[in-house]
């Protein structure tokens, strides 16, 4: 009989992968499910980016690079990130990945030992838990709620370190709940940081040019903090190249180093034409990058505004990113049918076989009093997605 690690068996599938592997299902069986369950742009990659991956197959750059990417793509996005960001950085100090989710792991495995605690505001994205569960760490999972735009403060932070505190992660602009820390919010959770020596923040950033409040404020900007900040980009956000894979880690050389020799023995370097894309990327001014950010807070507005009108619903303002995440609350406890809804995860399950629309349940990403929602998706889907789920969710009692 075949026996699975206690590893895998301890890990739980992505519910955003789940339910959108559920649409499919549906959609296969000719049910015109319209899912919104995936953080995918609907947007096609730049003709620069797609340009850039041609000539590198026609030029035969097709070979092993180094493991961190090559060096001119390490250097452009030096370039990018002094120029968008303020922060200067040598080519030694990023690690190019399969996507940010491979350079969160990285640098988890490296920093993490077993029974370390890595501190995690809630609402927090799916993954975050599971890696910590990889590297045998405590989640200290600070919650938040919609009163308080699902932001920590100093204080509540100042409260959850102990002495075996080793980082605090979150993402902004977040994902599931689209809030964007503040410079100074940010400035004054960097302060609690660095009077503990041995902790370290890992931010985020993937949705930096999905930000719907003008200009993207990233942690590592203070210099007094800055060599205990990791920094995670990618392209797959903002240049819409989810399924290109390249992750972006910026970080001091030592962390970097581990990284690059972590993932020597994971993948190596990320895919050569990948990075030649990633190197387009980087070059494109971030001005290029404003239409689809237009676009998804015209899309943001359009639903927000359609919530309004399904009573029980309670929103926020989310600022960046291109989700909302409503607390639901309202519906437990009433049922439709013979079913009855007890959470977040339940109404998910009677919106995908009643409204035939696919959502997220908040458990996912550690309060399953909410629900997460995309809306990259076109205007007429999104019209029709909120109408469906108003339906469905008047007809609970």
């Not at 793509?73 to 491979?102: F, H």
């Not at 399924?243 to 993932?263: E, F, L, S």
Request: aromatic letters at 8%; a neutral charge.
């Amino acid at each position: 009989m075949t026996q699975l690690s206690n590893r895998i068996q301890a890990l739980s599938e992505s519910q955003t992968i789940a339910m959108a592997r559920k649409s499919r299902e549906l959609q296969a069986q000719g049910i015109d499910i319209i899912s919104l369950s995936l953080g995918e742009p609907d947007f096609t990659t730049p003709d620069v980016v797609k340009n850039a991956a041609k000539k590198a197959i026609d030029d035969n750059f097709t070979y092993y690079t180094h493991v961190s990417g090559y060096v001119e793509l390490r250097q452009a996005i030096c370039n990018k990130l002094k120029r968008d960001n303020g922060l200067t950085y040598t080519p030694d100090e990023i690690v190019v990945s399969t996507g940010a989710k491979q350079s969160i792991a990285n640098a988890v495995l490296c920093m993490i030992n077993p029974g370390d605690e890595v501190i995690v505001p809630s609402s927090y994205w799916v993954s975050y838990l599971e890696i910590l569960k990889l590297a045998e760490a405590k989640a200290i999972v600070i919650p938040t709620t919609i009163e308080d735009d699902f932001k920590i403060t100093p204080e509540k932070l100042a409260q959850h370190i102990t002495s075996k505190t080793r980082m605090i992660m979150f993402s902004t602009p977040c994902n599931p709940t689209g809030s964007v820390y503040s410079k100074d919010e940010l400035k004054a959770i960097a302060e609690v940081v660095a009077k503990h020596e041995n902790m370290y923040i890992m931010c985020d950033e993937i949705y930096e040019h999905i930000n719907f409040v003008g200009g993207h404020p990233s942690m590592a900007q203070f210099d007094f903090i800055k060599d205990k900040v990791i920094t995670i980009n990618g392209v797959s956000k903002g240049f819409a190249m989810t399924g290109w894979r390249g992750g972006i880690m910026a970080a001091p050389k030592w962390i970097a180093q581990a990284c690059d020799k972590m993932q020597g023995q994971f993948t190596s370097g990320t895919c050569s034409i990948t990075q030649k894309a990633m190197h387009a990327a980087m070059e494109m001014p971030i001005e290029s990058t404003y239409e689809m950010r237009d676009a998804f807070k015209r899309r943001r507005d359009l639903v927000l505004s359609l919530c309004k009108d399904i009573k029980g619903l309670k929103t926020n303002l989310p600022e960046g990113a291109f989700y909302v995440f409503p607390e639901v609350s309202y519906f437990f406890g009433k049922s439709f049918n013979g079913r009855t809804i007890n959470n977040g995860t339940d109404l998910c399950m009677y919106l995908l076989e009643e409204a035939n629309v696919a959502m997220v349940p908040g458990a996912a990403f550690g309060d399953d009093n909410y629900i997460r929602f995309s809306y990259a998706t076109s205007d007429d889907k999104l019209t029709e997605a909120m109408k469906r789920m108003k339906n469905a969710l008047e007809k609970l009692s």
